[in-house]
């Protein structure tokens, strides 16, 4: 579920929700919305995912793909 992963990889990375949250750039309620399957990044904000696993040396979260655009 794409849901836990992004919560996973917050918790590997070793951050808040407000930390990872500024770290991506977006609100602390998107983080939320995302953890809580609300709402599924943009894809935009899953390179920035990816890039910012990657910039921590590890996997990128598996995220499902957007069906827009």
């Known amino acids: 579920m794409e849901a836990e992963n992004i919560r996973t ?3 590997n990375l070793g951050l808040t929700q ?3 949250a ?3 750039g977006i609100t602390v309620a998107t983080v939320n919305r995302w953890e809580n ?3 599924s990044p943009t894809r935009l904000a ?3 995912l990816y890039d910012l696993a990657s910039e ?3 996997p990128g979260p598996q ?3 957007p069906s827009e655009g």
Do not use: C, I, Q, S
Request: charged residues 35%; without cysteine.
């Open 46 to 48: 899953r390179k920035a």
């Open 9 to 11: 990889l917050r918790h």
């Open 63 to 65: 995220l499902n793909t």
């Open 22 to 24: 500024h770290r991506l």
């Open 37 to 39: 399957g609300h709402n």
């Open 56 to 58: 921590r040396g590890g």
């Open 18 to 20: 407000e930390e990872f």
